[in-house]
């Protein structure tokens, strides 16, 4: 069965820090999918990335970067240089082929000014 | 992307009473799905919804207390049943959309508190 394991309750950072959110994942599958989602205090669900389990390269977006590592089961996300518009919840989920997606518990990030 | 809306966006009903939640997408999509995520807590997967046939709940979820429909490949509705405070949750309807596989995207969630 699939699992997601997001280890970090809550994070409190300053603006301008660098943050990782951890993400750990089980699966018995090879080939799978890993995403990210923001849900700000509004509620919605923001799509932020989506990785195959073939693709091990990290991926960087503006102030966000991706560190997907299979030999650790880990695919960590880091903002650099926070904003306070960075502050939401983050989950992490995984999604085997021809399955539904399963979520982490979610990290909140509460970025201070 | 795909655009989702869901209506009502919130609500607030009294015990034994029952509410529909409807989610319309912008584009024609096999597959969707309904969500449950309770306050404070991550999301939970109610059932998947295809088109054509009947919907596949996950383990604690039952047809008599979320009856769903799927009439078609752009619309779905999730009916809470015989509402409870425990049924206060945001119920989010979600579709699997894109040239790439397993592109999920999410409604704006409807707020439904139950008093």
């Known amino acids: 069965a699939q699992k997601v394991t997001q280890a970090q309750t809550e994070i409190s950072v300053v603006e301008k820090e660098d943050v990782t959110l951890d993400c750990v994942y089980e699966t018995r599958d090879t080939t799978y999918y890993l995403f990210w989602y923001k849900q700000p205090p509004s509620g919605e669900l923001v799509f932020l990335i989506r990785r195959n389990s073939f693709d091990e390269q990290n991926e960087i977006s503006g102030r966000y970067s991706w560190n997907f590592q299979k030999s650790t089961s880990s695919f960590n996300f880091t903002i650099t240089a926070s904003q306070v518009v960075d502050s939401a919840v983050y989950f992490c989920?995984?999604?085997?082929?021809?399955?539904?997606?399963?979520f982490g518990a979610g990290t909140r990030l509460t970025v201070k000014p | 992307s795909a655009v989702i809306s869901q209506k009502p966006s919130r609500d607030i009903c009294q015990r034994g009473t029952s509410l529909t939640i409807q989610c319309q997408v912008d584009?024609?999509?096999?597959?969707m799905f309904w969500y449950r995520q309770q306050p404070g807590q991550s999301l939970t997967l109610i059932a998947t919804a295809n088109q054509g046939s009947e919907a596949t709940y996950e383990s604690g979820f039952v047809i008599d207390k979320f009856p769903i429909s799927r009439p078609n490949l752009t619309f779905s509705t999730l009916t809470v049943s015989n509402m409870s405070p425990e049924d206060s949750s945001i119920y989010l309807c979600?579709?699997?959309?894109?040239?790439?596989?397993?592109?999920?995207?999410f409604g704006p969630g409807t707020r439904l508190t139950v008093l």
């Open positions: 989920a995984l999604s085997e082929a021809q399955s539904d997606m399963r």
């Open positions: 979600s579709v699997e959309y894109g040239t790439s596989y397993n592109e999920q995207f």
């Open positions: 584009s024609q999509v096999t597959m």
